[in-house]
């Protein structure tokens, strides 16, 4: 089985923020970086099935969008806690693209590589878009499973059936091999890079390759495929000073109540 | 099968079990003021096994055509069916933006659109304005909410556009005026291919849905103990509100991970959130800072969550609760 984790370098995600002065990105400099949360439930899942049944083949695939991601220190970090190889996209003109030019980069690099099952976190905690893997299924013209927090592989059958969350319960759906999943919280318990894991990562093989490895044309991928952009970002209205409701409990509840119902129009 | 000149802003609207989701009444009610400075219409589409009974209450709300994707097999959702219904519409109408709600059907069936029609994809939007040279800006949090970008398609491509669940005002309800109802076809699925929904099983003990809901009253560390949280769930069944936790009730296994608001939770937009015992990090911000009004009660003054609550209560939960579910009760037997 032949499993490949599309991962993504995000920024931790207690890191204070700073905008460029012209506003349009952070401040990219000197960010704490952190394998997406979510990715790493996907490359436990991978790592899992493989042990499950003993055979098979971790790939991690991660595309560098911007010159200040240290994307192959996430990738390191993924082969140290037993993914096999990495496969890291980086050329100028990967950069400045959206989700959807960074699926077409994805998907070609996909489709070089073969695969059985592609694992993706269910979104990134940067633009949290939530797209990207369903994006590359869709290019690729595979099925997918996203936000999901429970799945079963099954080789015989060449299926998976995975438990995905919907609002007040959860979807059990069927999908043929090859498909593409999307790892929601709740799917495995993520175990942390061992000591000789470290070690042995520095010797495994991470695979850099261009635009011209992929033979995708310029203006598909990068910022000459986005098809969104990103005119402007500011910190949200900051909220008004709380009010804190002084007295004994029985005369702050009064209060509250008194409010939401006169103030907010909510009781 | 051209339409002329006209401009449609196209809105899926989201059924489960032949129940329309609100979310999809909002996504009209933001359709028809993006249609107004363009002098265009709305057509809503509904999609599933049973979906005609409802034409009536989407032309109710601002839709000026409806058209059905009726077909006995789309019991469950299939991302596969859906998209290529929309897709096929889409081809048709030309329309100037694709609407629907950031639930887990719309922002799944959202991102496979766009990719499918090489169009623009910009999910979980909370604001959406009209430019004066007629290009379409949303604004939507990135960074679990704690930065927002204004985005914009790059080219006069389709745009698939999700709303956040209770942030757009729903279209107001009219007498529904003389509407095309019109039937569009499903086309046949292998499920050889697609991934097909077996089943769908429902978490039992969650009577509200937390995206949905108005009021939310939330429980965390606070609580101290799991059987605590009946204190929470009174609050809430007075308020006729949804239960959340924080990330440390629910890593607790105070509750499942479904009831989790927060970065790796669910994100929420109520009118009114209540923190109850939660310290607020910024990662159970990510979560709620949305919210209209914030109302905290922590035992600690120094929480930050009562930097971000409306109105705050210094206090100690298992005073403060009852005294609160009783004063809500009282209040409302009295109006």
Sequence with gaps: MKIVVCIKQVPATETKLVLLADGTDIDRAGLSLIVNPYDEFAVEEALQIKERFGAGE????????????????????????????????????????????????????????????????????????????????????????????????????????????????????????PAVITCQKGLNEPRYPSLPGIMKAKQ????????ETLGVPADEVGRGGAKTRVIGVTPPPSRQAGRILSGDAATAVTELVRLLHEEVKLI | ??????????????????????????????????????????????????????????????ASRVLLAEDTRLIHYSSEAYTAVLADIALRLNPFAILMGATAMGRDVAAKLAARLKGALIQDCIGLQMEGDGTLRATR??????????VQATSSTFQVITLRPNVFEPAARRAAPDVQHESVPVPAIDPRTTATVR?????????????????????????????????????????????????????????????????????????????????????????????????????????????????????????????????????????
């Design chain 1, 58 to 177: 971790v790939t991690v695939l991660s595309l560098r969008e911007h010159p200040l991601q240290k994307t192959e220190d996430a990738l390191r970090t993924c082969l140290a806690t037993g993914a096999d190889k990495a496969i890291l996209l980086s050329d100028p003109a990967f950069e400045g693209g959206d989700g959807f030019s960074a699926a077409v980069a994805l998907a070609a690099a996909l489709r070089r590589l073969g695969y059985d099952l592609l694992l993706f976190g269910k979104q990134a905690v940067d633009d949290d878009a939530a797209a990207v893997g369903i994006q590359v299924a869709e290019l690729l013209g595979v099925p997918h499973v996203a936000v999901v927090n429970k799945l079963d592989v099954r080789p015989e059958s060449r299926t998976v059936l995975a438990h995905r969350q919907i609002e007040g319960g959860l979807e059990v759906v069927e999908a043929p091999l």
């Design chain 2, 199 to 335: 089943e769908v099983q429902r978490v039992a003990g969650s009577k509200r849905e937390l995206t949905e809901a108005s009021i939310i009253v939330s429980g965390g560390r606070g609580l101290k103990a799991p059987e605590h949280f009946k204190l929470v769930e009174d609050l809430a069944e007075a308020l006729d509100a949804a239960v959340g936790a924080s990330r440390a009730a629910v890593d607790a296994g105070w509750k499942p991970h479904g009831y989790q608001v927060g970065l790796t939770g669910k994100t929420v937009s109520p009118q009114l959130y209540i923190a109850c015992g939660i310290s607020g990090a910024i990662q159970h911000q990510a979560g709620m800072s949305s919210a209209r009004t914030i109302v905290a009660v922590n035992s600690n003054p120094n929480a930050p969550i009562f930097k971000l609550a409306t109105y705050g209560i210094v206090g100690d939960l298992f005073e403060v609760l009852p005294l609160l579910t009783a004063e809500v009760k009282r209040h409302k037997a009295a109006s």
């Design chain 1, 204 to 211: 495994k093989p991470l695979e850099v390759w261009t635009r």
């Design chain 2, 141 to 150: 949090p990135i960074y679990g909410g704690k930065l927002r970008a204004v």
């Design chain 2, 1 to 62: 099968m051209s339409q002329g000149t006209e401009q449609w802003i196209l809105v899926f609207c989201e059924q489960r079990d032949g129940v329309l989701k609100k979310v999809g009444f909002e996504a009209l009610g933001a359709a028809t003021r993006l249609a107004a400075p363009l002098k265009g219409s709305v057509a809503a589409v509904a999609i599933g096994a049973a979906v005609s009974p409802l034409a009536p209450d989407l032309a109710a709300h601002g």
